[in-house]
């Protein structure tokens, strides 16, 4: 009886699946955006600031609903590199054919050197993507961000992260 329901869900899965990319050939929704560009941080306890690069994938799962954003950023500043990873659910607003504006949250992994050790933190961020064409194929984002540290401190941190986006079809 397992093995049958099984089965059944591994149907069922490839049923969604098939709808969802027909769905999805249908509406010419890119399969994932990807960001590039640049991103900083400031540290509201501290003061310190560092600036690095910034790179993620962008992938909507619900239309108009959910969307699901991966990425990495190292952050620089003298002394100490600190490499950030967030997974963030994003609300999207479609506000014309040219602009798209998103609110999301989501949990922040980071890794500190010299000294600073790892951090487990919470953040949230407003992202506005410009689309200049009909196509969408290329634009650029602009996203501030809000993070706060669960782990001893309690670091809180505000950024911006801004670049090229490039659909993925």
């Not at 010419?28 to 540290?43: C, D, M, N």
């Not at 659910?89 to 989501?106: D, L, R, S």
């Not at 992994?109 to 196509?135: C, F, H, N, R, V």
């Amino acid at each position: 009886m397992i093995h049958g329901a099984r089965f059944y869900v591994v149907v069922v899965a490839a049923v969604a699946l098939c709808l969802t990319a027909q769905l999805r050939a249908e509406e010419k929704e890119p399969f994932a955006v990807i960001e590039l560009g640049a991103a900083t941080e400031r540290s509201i306890q501290e003061g310190a600031y560092s600036a690095g690069p910034s790179a993620s994938v962008e992938f909507p799962v619900i239309k108009d609903w959910l969307e699901i954003e991966t990425g990495i950023s190292p952050l620089f500043r003298p002394g100490q590199t600190e490499w950030q990873a967030d997974l963030l659910f994003k609300k999207p607003f479609t506000i014309n054919e040219h602009v798209e504006f998103m609110v999301g949250a989501g949990p922040q992994l980071s890794y500190a050197t010299a000294g600073g050790g790892t951090q487990i933190a919470s953040e949230i961020a407003l992202e506005w993507m410009i689309w200049p064409t009909k196509d969408r194929k290329f634009g650029w984002f602009v996203e501030p961000t809000y993070s706060y540290s669960f782990s001893r401190g309690h670091e809180q941190a505000v950024g911006v992260a801004a670049g090229l986006t490039i659909a993925i079809p």
